[in-house]
């Protein structure tokens, strides 16, 4: 099957890997223009565009895709039989979007119509679901409302976090897609039942921002939602401190605390008072401009003490 394919992030990789490896024609990549990154600002490809030159693949980057009335042009040429989405990072006009044969197909990590939008593995970690998943549906102009084809249930393991769930549901959707591609004139779409619909907005920076009255089970969960982007994040003594990995614990002291108060340190972490009367253990964090480290030895070097409060 003749293939163009729409990505931008590493996530994207597998579902390319995948592609060649069952012998699909990938005629095309589109993924996003370059971009400054880093203290010097240089300018950075995609992954998806550094996977289309190692694998001598035609990449298109157009800045803004509804606008560039080219991109159509250039597919209509190629002719495709199908245009495969993950993560691209922009809404795909219609004019595009029923140019193949089988039209255009988009892989979301959720399970529709549950966490429609930019974030859904972040937001369903911050709800404290146990179960997610992947789903492939047809793409029409509405954000993740087409009819599904395929989906594939997921188990979110104890303590898992953004980053780590989501490059697992990308190898199992990377598979499923595969397998729906492969069975594509078989499979009856269903349409999605919209009275079930959830939504997951994209995360903005300060969403990060721990507020210690809340209950532990909260900010862990605001923790691990919010790993590796854009982090949570707390402040001591004037310092913003990236919180990377931490848990909901019972300690073995009764607790009457400040939020946000240190009340243990050891080579464990850092025990904190939260809202409720409840504790949470920082086992690793990453103050301004340095590297992640363990909350022990932050301490050590900052010269906590017990009583010190984050706020």
Same mark, same amino acid.
């Given at each position: ?10 996530l994207a990789i597998p ?21 400054? %990154?880093?203290r ?5 490809s995609?992954?998806v565009?550094?996977?289309?030159v ?18 159509a ?6 002719k495709?039989?199908l245009i495969?989405?993950?993560a691209?990072?922009q809404?795909?006009? %219609?004019?595009?979007i029923?140019?193949p044969y089988?039209g255009?197909?988009?892989?979301h990590?959720?399970l529709l119509?549950?966490y ?7 937001w369903?970690l911050?709800?404290?679901e146990?179960?997610?998943g ?9 954000m993740?409302?087409g009819?599904?084809?395929s989906q594939?249930e997921v %188990?979110i ?7 780590e769930?989501e ?7 990377a598979?499923l897609?595969v ?5 594509i004139?078989?499979i009856k779409?269903?349409?999605?039942n919209h009275?079930?619909?959830?939504y997951?907005?994209?995360?903005? =920076?300060e969403d ?9 089970l909260?900010?862990?969960?605001q923790?691990?939602?919010f790993y590796?982007?854009?982090?949570a994040f707390t402040?001591l003594?004037?310092q913003r401190?990236k919180i990377?990995?931490?848990?909901a614990?019972?300690p =073995?002291?009764?607790?009457n605390l400040?939020?946000g108060e240190?009340? %243990?340190?050891?080579k464990?972490?850092?025990g ?5 009367q409840?504790?949470f253990?920082?086992?690793e964090l990453q103050p301004?401009?340095?590297?992640p480290?363990?909350?022990y030895a932050?301490?050590?070097g ?5 009583g010190d409060?984050?706020?």
């Open positions: 099957m003749k293939i163009v394919f729409f990505g931008s992030p590493a579902y390319l890997k995948k592609i060649l490896e069952a012998n699909h024609n990938l005629a095309l990549i589109i993924t996003q223009p370059d971009k400054p %990154s880093g010097g600002r240089k300018l950075t995609p992954p565009k550094k996977f289309a190692d694998h001598k693949i035609p990449c298109y980057q157009p800045p803004k895709i509804r606008k560039d009335p080219e991109a042009k250039i597919i209509e040429k190629i495709p039989d495969v989405v993950v691209y990072g809404l795909i006009p %219609s004019s595009i029923y140019i089988y255009s197909i988009n892989v990590f959720s119509p549950k429609r939008g930019a974030s859904p593995v972040s369903a911050l709800n404290g146990k179960k997610t992947v789903t492939i549906f047809k793409l029409n102009e509405k993740d409302e009819d599904i084809l594939k %188990s393991y104890p303590q898992e976090r953004t980053g769930l490059e697992r549901l990308a190898e199992i959707g598979n897609l397998e729906t591609i492969s069975k004139d078989e779409p269903l349409p999605q009275a079930q619909a959830t997951a907005p994209r995360l903005k =920076k990060g921002r721990i507020n210690w009255k809340k209950n532990s909260q900010i862990e969960r923790v691990r939602a590796p982007w854009p982090s402040f003594q004037g401190l990377i990995k931490g848990r614990f019972q =073995k002291i009764a607790l400040s939020p240190i009340f %243990s340190i050891n464990e972490g850092l904190v008072g939260c809202g409720q409840t504790a253990l920082m086992e301004e401009n340095k590297k480290m363990t909350a932050f301490s050590l900052a010269k906590l003490k017990l409060c984050f706020n």
